[in-house]
């Protein structure tokens, strides 16, 4: 018997099953119904339907071992629930995530000491809070004319929503004070808001979080073209010619390696592990890795003052709780930090338990800064050391400049403000997180207008050097955002896969043009 599970060849490989690997998957199985498609995942399947949230796994213990099923080398280590959490200095994972164990930081720099990844079908996105909001001022990408319509087609496959807290007793109440501190002289685009939410509601009315489950969607569950491999670690893009011709596959549950012929190879294996798979093919790009930025985060809390308790039900189990919703305060060119004003599961567990406590009133309060970018910030990669699945070890060079330094002083004085504004704050001052806290790193595979050795990718994502090859994921965004990237990773991963399938539907329309065998769709 074949202990061989994969497909020969397909039109297209999709390494990864994050939201932006997952975007290929459902703009492919919409626009090209008929390419084949499989999609390779080093982790387990840990949710259902494939790539769902953890944290709706309505049994405590279940969605535990979800989250420890994530954590690929880290699992079993001890994890802290909340980014304040990590206030006591340990270096400590969130729950479905891990560390590097080694290179993430050298003498005399800031390294990125909390670098996370998640190793799972789904992504660090079965594992993320969801918060979606639009890039603005510098944080877009200038040289993209559609970029509003892209982020509006992201905005689809998260299923992205202001609306979910609407009934939150206490969510007018926080944006009121807010706007009051930070709305004068603001555009009404950039003045405070409900934060746009991937959320959606369970069949019992409970509000759950959305994953790539949900931008995979019926379409490409019910495609039958479509394959995903769970445990399958893709250790190499096969290139002939300057151009993909599939990949090379290590079964984890056999140890077997396994060669896949495809037309086209996407890469959406996080902004770390993305040029890792390209530096062990051979790929090479001076800007590979670098321009790594991370958003430097502060965090804050505070307490609503003036507010009495609401009759809100408890939230069921695996779902949200409903009493303050999620708040925005967008970035800006002047203000160059992104805030997220939350109470969901982000509340104190110690406060939560005191009764005196309003229920919903306790807001934790996070900016993100945006990044000053540079070339040297990068993730590397050690050809003689190996990580736990034997890929070239990551080492990464990072640092603050004085002008992060100097954003970070000013982001501290502005959440402290803002604290004042919604109550009365419960830290003496804020708390800087260490860096790699924010879980978005960016820039490793930037895309660029020109390959002037500064990107890795063109304005549709596919590599410079290599034709058929694209990448997926943060790692493509180019400028230094402040806000959450997924929305605007996922939009660049839409018009990746718009490229390929126009090419395939080329190509499809031609009978033998094609390397793999077409079936019609259903
Ligand atoms: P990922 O979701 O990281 O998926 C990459 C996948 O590739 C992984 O499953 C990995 O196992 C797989 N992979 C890697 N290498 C290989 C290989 N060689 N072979 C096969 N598979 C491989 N973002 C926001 O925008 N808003 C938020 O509110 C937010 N909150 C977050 C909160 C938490 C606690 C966490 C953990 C993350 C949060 N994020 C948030 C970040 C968000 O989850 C990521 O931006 C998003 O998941 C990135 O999607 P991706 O598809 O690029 O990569």
Known sequence: M????????????????????????????????????AMFEVGPTVSNPPGAHVKNIEDPERRSLAQRASEGPGAGAETVVSPGAVKSGARRARPGTYLLEDGFAFPGEDGLPVAAMSSNVGGMAAHWTAACPRPGGEERIAFLPDLEQLLDDAGRLLGVTSRAFDDAPFADVVRERLAAAVDSGRDPAY??????????????????????????????????????????L????????????GLEVQDRRTGTTHQVTARYV?????????????????IRPDALGRYLNDQPQVVFASRLRDVTAANIPPAADGALREQSGVSWVPFTDETPFHGQIMQLDASPIPLAEDDRIVPGSIVGLGLFCAKDLQREDRVAFDDDARDYYGMPAMRIHYRLTERDHEVL???????????????????????????????????????????????????????????????????????????????????LAVRGARKISEELGTALAVPGSVTTQIRSPR
């Not at 959606?200 to 479509?226: A, E, I, K, P, Y």
């Not at 996407?266 to 051979?282: F, H, K, N």
């Open 234 to 245: 893709v250790t190499r893009v096969l290139v002939e010619d300057g151009t993909a011709t």
């Open 2 to 37: 074949s202990s061989n599970r994969y497909p020969t060849a397909v039109d297209v490989a999709i390494v990864g099953s994050g939201p932006t690997a997952a975007a290929y998957a459902r703009i492919l199985s919409e626009e090209a119904p008929g390419a084949t498609i």
């Open 266 to 282: 996407v890469v959406g294996a996080d902004a770390l592990r993305t040029p890792q798979l390209l530096w062990a093919s051979g």
């Open 409 to 491: 002083e000013r982001a501290k004085d502005e959440i402290v403000r803002l604290g004042n504004a919604v109550g009365e704050p419960l830290d003496a001052r804020p708390f800087v997180l260490p860096p790699g806290a924010s879980l978005h790193y960016q820039g490793t595979t930037r895309m660029g207008l020109t390959d002037d050795g500064e990107s890795v990718c063109s304005p549709d994502s596919e590599v410079w050097q290599v034709s058929g090859l694209f990448v997926a994921g943060n790692g493509v965004i180019p400028t230094a955002t402040a806000c959450n990237p997924t929305l605007t990773s996922v939009a």
């Open 191 to 232: 003045r405070v808001q409900a934060m746009p939410l991937a959320v959606h509601r369970r069949q019992d009315g409970g509000l759950v979080w959305s994953g790539s489950d949900v931008v995979m969607g019926d379409v490409t569950r019910d495609n039958s073209q479509f394959e995903l491999f769970d445990e399958s």
